[in-house]
C-alpha cells in the first residue's frame, strides 16, 4: 500500500490570518509511482486521492491540497485541515490511493 505524508504548517496557519483562502495541506508521497502523479497535478489538472480509504479529495497543485480546488469535498478538505491544525508542522501518514 502507498502513503502520502500530510501537514498543516505554521506558516499557512499565520497566512490565513491575513488573507483569505490560503487553507492548504501540504502532501508528499513515499512512494515514486505516487510521486510521478503527483507531477502532473495542475488547476486545469485536478487528481482525485482517496486517504485512508474514506477521505477524497482533488490535489491540484504537485506539492499541496487547497480548499479552493476541493469544492466538491469541502467538508472532507474541512474535517482534514482541522485536524491537522491542531498539531502544525507535524506531519501525519495516511494510505492514499489515486481514484
Same mark, same amino acid.
Given at each position: 500500500?502507498?502513503?502520502? %505524508?500530510? #501537514?498543516?504548517?505554521? #506558516?499557512?496557519? !499565520?497566512?490565513? @490570518?491575513? !488573507?483569505?483562502?490560503? &487553507?492548504?495541506?501540504?502532501? #508528499? +508521497?513515499?512512494?515514486?509511482?505516487?510521486?510521478?502523479? =503527483? $507531477?502532473? !497535478?495542475?488547476?486545469?489538472?485536478?487528481?482525485?486521492?482517496?486517504? !485512508? +480509504?474514506?477521505?477524497?479529495? @482533488?490535489?491540484?497543485?504537485?506539492?499541496?491540497?487547497?480548499?479552493?480546488?476541493?469544492?466538491?469535498? @469541502?467538508? &472532507? %478538505?474541512? $474535517?482534514? =485541515? +482541522?485536524?491537522?491544525?491542531?498539531?502544525?508542522?507535524?506531519? =501525519? &501518514? =495516511?494510505?492514499?490511493?489515486?481514484?
Amino acid at each position: 500500500m502507498e502513503t502520502v %505524508f500530510l #501537514k498543516v504548517t505554521s #506558516k499557512v496557519i !499565520a497566512q490565513m @490570518k491575513m !488573507a483569505i483562502n490560503q &487553507e492548504q495541506i501540504a502532501i #508528499k +508521497s513515499s512512494s515514486d509511482n505516487l510521486n510521478q502523479i =503527483f $507531477s502532473n !497535478a495542475n488547476g486545469n489538472n485536478l487528481i482525485s486521492i482517496q486517504l !485512508a +480509504s474514506a477521505v477524497t479529495l @482533488k490535489l491540484g497543485d504537485t506539492n499541496a491540497i487547497w480548499r479552493s480546488h476541493n469544492n466538491e469535498h @469541502k467538508q &472532507e %478538505f474541512d $474535517s482534514m =485541515f +482541522s485536524l491537522l491544525a491542531e498539531y502544525p508542522d507535524i506531519e =501525519f &501518514e =495516511f494510505i492514499c490511493s489515486v481514484e
